[in-house]
Nanobody, 113 residues
Framework: QVRLVESGGGLVQPGGSLRLSCVCS????????MNWYRQPPGKQRELVAT???????DYTAAVKGRFTISRDNDENTMYLQMNSLKPEDTAVYYC???????WGQGTQVTVFS
C-alpha cells in the first residue's frame, strides 16, 4: 500500500511563501502522474496542480503564475512552491497519486493578515 506524507504547511501573511513537500513510499514514484489538491474551509476539495511522469505541469487558474509544482524522482518527492499567497489560498493541501487512488493526510496552510 502506497503512503503519501505531506509537510511544509503553516501560517503566513499575505504575499508570503511556503513550500509543500509530499514524500511517496513507492520507489516506482517516477512512473506516476501526481496531483496537489486543496480543501478550503467549508468547501469541496479542488485540484490545484498536476505534474505528469514526464514533468508536464498544469494549474488551476486561481494559482497560475504564483504556484509551481515540481518533482524529484530520485527522492520520491513532489513539491508545491507557493508564492504571493492570498487569504483565499487558506486550505488543507493534499497530495494525490490518482492511478493508485492514494492520498496523503493533508497539511494546513493558513494565510492571514
Amino acid at each position: 500500500q502506497v503512503r503519501l506524507v505531506e509537510s511544509g504547511g503553516g501560517l503566513v501573511q499575505p504575499g508570503g511563501s511556503l513550500r509543500l513537500s509530499c514524500v511517496c513510499s513507492t520507489s516506482l514514484f517516477g512512473l506516476y502522474d501526481m496531483n496537489w489538491y486543496r480543501q478550503p474551509p467549508g468547501k469541496q476539495r479542488e485540484l490545484v496542480a498536476t505534474i505528469t511522469k514526464g514533468h508536464m505541469t498544469d494549474y488551476t487558474a486561481a494559482v497560475k503564475g504564483r504556484f509551481t509544482i515540481s518533482r524529484d524522482n530520485d527522492e520520491n518527492t513532489m513539491y508545491l512552491q507557493m508564492n504571493s499567497l492570498k487569504p483565499e489560498d487558506t486550505a488543507v493541501y493534499y497530495c494525490n497519486l490518482p492511478d493508485l487512488r492514494a492520498w496523503g493526510q493533508g497539511t494546513q496552510v493558513t494565510v492571514f493578515s
